[in-house]
């Protein structure tokens, strides 16, 4: 796990999960609506470059796709909620000499809160290894 300050309170944190799967299959769950809402929250719909996360305790988050690099990388700027200007970032990395896939995570978290913050990511990315068979 690596960090990088934002604040005072709340760091970037990267969290790197090993992949058993293709490529396009692993950003179509980490791009599409559908796939989004298969593992990531319980329902995710688009308006032009906003994705809007639903989850079934309530809350919302809005997010702005600010990039989308094909099989590689997707980035969305929160727009709204307690985290404003935040990014969520999932990036697809591909070892060059092994061929082993991996997911990057990174999101943002306070420093007295990155063990949780490091199993949500765990349960969540269990549950995409769960949607594509990995």
């Not at 319980?42 to 988050?61: A, C, P, Q, R």
Request: charged fraction near 30%.
């Amino acid at each position: 796990m690596q960090s990088s300050k934002i604040n005072d309170k709340r760091q970037r944190i990267e969290l790197e999960f090993p992949m058993h799967c293709s490529a396009n299959t692993l950003f179509t769950y980490i791009s599409s609506p559908s796939g989004l809402s298969s593992w990531f929250a319980d329902d995710v719909s688009v308006h032009g470059n906003n994705y809007i996360f639903k989850w079934d305790d309530g809350e919302t988050l809005e997010g702005e796709l600010v990039k989308n690099q094909n099989r590689k990388h997707i980035k969305f700027r929160w727009i709204d909620g307690p985290n404003v200007n935040e990014t969520l970032e999932f990036i697809i990395h591909k070892d060059e000499v092994t061929d082993d896939l991996a997911l990057i995570v990174c999101d943002y978290a306070e420093e007295e809160d990155y063990d949780e913050f490091e199993m949500v990511w765990e349960n969540q990315v269990q549950n995409l290894k769960k949607q594509i068979g990995a």
